[in-house]
């Protein structure tokens, strides 16, 4: 059974920072790159960043150059630091496999980007 726990949002000023972790367990994350999802109010989720089991990244125009997305294989964890944050950056934000499994969404944390 696979498992997601997403954590460390929380509400931040307009150019602060974050660092979001997420804890999986299960055979998903030895075998799938993962990603950071989001989703805003009213709006579909997006794929905001995806990094591959050997480390190499992929990013989304909206956050490439202030998100920088991690992983600890050892710990099976993923991580996402987040910098230079905007109001719109506000969403709930998830971590999955990339293409993501409808089954495995865990809670998201959400992130609140205001002054």
């Known amino acids: 059974q696979v498992q997601l726990v997403e954590s460390g949002g929380g509400l931040v000023q307009p150019g602060g920072s974050l660092r979001l972790s997420c804890a999986a367990s299960g055979s998903i994350f030895n075998i799938k790159p993962m990603g950071w999802y989001r989703q805003a109010p009213g709006k579909q989720r997006e794929l905001v960043a995806a990094?591959?089991?050997?480390?190499?990244?992929n990013y989304a125009d909206s956050v490439k150059g202030r998100f920088a997305i991690s992983r600890d294989n050892a710990k099976n964890m993923v991580y996402l630091q987040m910098n230079s944050l905007k109001p719109e950056d506000t969403a709930v934000y998830y971590c999955n496999a990339v293409p993501p499994s409808a089954e495995n969404w865990g809670q998201g944390t959400q992130v609140t980007v205001s002054s």
């Open positions: 990094i591959t089991r050997g480390g190499s990244t």
